[in-house]
């Protein structure tokens, strides 16, 4: 029911920005809590951050806390992780995804639909 297509990934040096964009096809996108997780070589996927459906509430992995902002255009269909001040340690691969329960939103089992993923890397 929901398509997910992530982008916006690259090689950037540390401390630099990026701008993580991922675009929905469906038609209730805002009846989704959006999601970003990442994972990196040899690692388990890990939660970053989320957004509620319309953006009132937000919640972060601790590490990221005050360097990425996640937010969502829901006119657009699109949710966005903004992040500053990259560190070698945030290279993985980057996903979104979606769920329909904020409960959940730390729970890779609980999200429905995920993003094709997008690299990031980040040289020290």
């Known amino acids: 029911q929901v398509q997910l297509v992530d982008s916006g990934g690259g090689l950037v040096q540390a401390g630099g920005s990026l701008r993580l964009s991922c675009a929905a096809s469906?038609?209730?996108?805002?009846?989704?809590?959006m999601g970003w997780f990442r994972q990196a070589p040899g690692k388990e996927r890990e939660f970053v951050a989320a957004?509620?459906?319309?953006?009132?509430?937000?919640d972060y992995l601790d590490s990221v806390k005050g360097r990425f902002t996640i937010s969502r255009d829901n006119a657009k269909n699109t949710v966005y992780l903004q992040m500053n001040s990259l560190k070698p340690e945030d290279t993985a691969v980057y996903y979104c995804?979606?769920?329909?329960?904020?409960?959940?939103?730390?729970?890779?089992?609980?999200?429905?639909?995920w993003g094709q993923g997008t690299q990031v890397t980040v040289s020290s």
């Open positions: 995804a979606a769920t329909r329960g904020y409960s959940g939103r730390n729970w890779p089992k609980a999200y429905d639909y």
């Open positions: 469906g038609r209730t996108f805002s009846s989704y809590v």
């Open positions: 957004i509620s459906w319309r953006g009132r509430s937000t």
